[in-house]
Every structure is written in C-alpha cells, then in structure tokens.
C-alpha cells in the first residue's frame, strides 16, 4: 500500500473512531434527558393528583351529605348555633343546590318531604309521576329541589331525583305523618314559611308546591307578572284582586324583592300573635293588615279553573296547571284520590283532539277525600 494509501485510510479510521466517540456521547445525553423527563413528568402527575383530590374534597364540602343527622343543622338566623361556622357551611350547601337548579332568572321549584310522604307508592311518586306525564312539566324537574325534613325522606330523595336538601332540625322529628292542625303539624307549617323566607333573602324567586299537588301544565304562563306574591286558592271569588278569596299557602310564586323577604318576616311574626293557628289561616287574617299595604307587596289569588283542588276542582281539562288535594285527612285518603287523579288525567291524554275540545271530561274525585271529614276532624278535635 502506498503513504498517500495507507494516510486515507489511517484518516478514515479515525472518523470511523469519532463518529462512534460522538455516537456514544449523543445517546448518553439523551438517556440523562430522557430520564430527567421521566422525574419531571411523575413529580407533575403527584402534584396534579393532589390539586385533583383537593379540588373533588373542596367541592364535597358544599355537597349535601347523607350519612347523619348531625350534618344538617339548622340554616335559620331565628335558631340557637353554637358555632357561626356551622350556619355558614349550612347556607352554603343550600346555595349549591338552589343554584344547580335555578333557571336562568334564578327561579326554583320547592317541595318539602317527610319520611311518611317518601314512603315507597306514597306521595312523592305520584308527586313526581306528575311531572313527567304533564303538559310541558317534565323539563321542569330540572328545577325542582326538595326539601327534606328529616334523614329517612333525604335518603329516598337521593334515590328519586338529582336536587335534594336536608333540612333538619335537633329536638324535632317530622318523620311521621303530620296530622292536621296538631301540634307537629303547625311547627312543619311554620318551620316551612321561615326556611321560605330564607330562600328569598339569598336571592332566588321560588314556586313553592306541597307534594300532594299534580302538576299537568306548565304554570308559568298563568302567572302575573307584576305580582310579588300570588297564591293558590280554596275558593276563587272570580278577582285576583279580591282579598275575600280563601287562600291555599300550599302553592304560590314569590318573587325576591325587599317586599316579599319583609312580608315573610311579618308572616312568620304572626304566629305569635295568633298562637295555635296554622299558616294558610294566619295568612287569611294578615291580607287584611294595614302592615301588607305599608310594606307595598302586591298580591295575586290564583284562579282555580287553572289552580285548582278538591275543595274547587279546575273543570276545564285543557287548561288546568296543577290540582291539589286539599280538603283531605288522613294520608290513606290522599293517596287515593291523588293516585285517581293521575288516571282521569291520563284517561283524557288518550282521548281524541275533537273528544279534548269538546270540554265535556270531568274528574272522578273527591272520592275519600271530602270537607266533611275535614268537618268531623275539628269537631273530634274540640270534643278532646
């Protein structure tokens, strides 16, 4: 081989060298790097694990549990607390829950529910059974937080329906059915007006509904929309102006405004002043007050051809909203009238268009429910 051979080839062999030399050099780098990226990528998933599970036990700080009775004081200012931190916590879950099914204009749907009521083919599913079948009253269950009195209807609630509250109060059980005008009765009645005046003074518009009333046509085109309180009726006198009508506190749309939260206030008040009355009955005694007209709250009735129930049925099926069973003792008795109800309803949801027009369809009840056990009730009650 030749120098200039044997120097081409040396010179070769020496590049042949560094290229492995610089081979070897690059893959260490990268294995130092890639190794590197490996620390960093598993100290970012710990941390990312820690926001993730801080976030999920923040947000279940406002959720409302179902695991104790201890869990639930209660929200009312009028309440002894021992700890602030306590009613704070306690309005805050409210506010979840209200917010999660508000409409857009803050408006919510409210109910409240006992144990007796939450019983399996009891009132609440009829309640619900309602809205489903209903004219336009299904999206409206989106809106509807229910309230429950105690920890056996809170549970049954969370099996049922998405937005429910646990309202409970130490030293008061409402587990069992609430008979009329007993004492337990009237603190459920009264226990509801001031949790309602609660809801208004967070800001939101509510419905309020007891559970034994059916709702078969969206309500809300039915309202006035320059009253700040409109309610039910047991007896419609023809005006929704007219302070003669017998209010029903069992349904009514309040509006938030500085009016409504004084006039809850002013309701809630009166209890004292009439001791031993329940609250549709305090009501029908303080539209006449010269404080309503002082505190400027306008005041619809609600006709019960839309509104109706037992005592006054809605005679046209094409536009009744809700129908109640009011003018009821007894639970057994509800539930059959009630579950009567939703049959005449769904019997005229199968008719014909020309049959529906035609208005000749009317209910088959009061069938166990009527006035004259509501008669006989306060008669016993007065004999005791």
Partial sequence: MSRRQRAVTAAAAGRGRDSFGFANMMHQVLTESAARSRALFSVASILLTCILVYGVADTLRFLPLSNSFSSFPSIFPSSALD???LQVSEENRLETVLNNAAMQDRTVILTTLNEAWAAPDSVIDLFLESFRIGDGTRKLLNHLVIIALDQKAFERCLTLHRHCFA????????????????????????KRIDFLRTVLEMGYNFIFTDADIMWFRDPFPRFYQDADFQVACDHFLGSPDDVQNRPNGGFN????NNRSIEFYRFWYASRETYPGYHDQDVLNI????????????KIKFLDTAYFGGLCEPSEDFNVVCTMHANCCYGLNSKLNDLRIMLQDWKYFLSLPLTLKKLAIFSWTVPENCSLDSLHHYDSTRMSL
């Fill in 83 to 85: 700890n602030d931190s």
């Fill in 167 to 190: 309202l409970i109060t130490d030293g008061v059980d409402f587990h069992q059915e609430a008979y009329f005008m007993t004492p337990q009765y009237l603190k459920m009645m009264w």
């Fill in 253 to 256: 749309h309040v509006k938030s």
């Fill in 286 to 297: 303080i539209k006449f007050d010269p404080s309503i007209m002082d505190i400027g709250l």
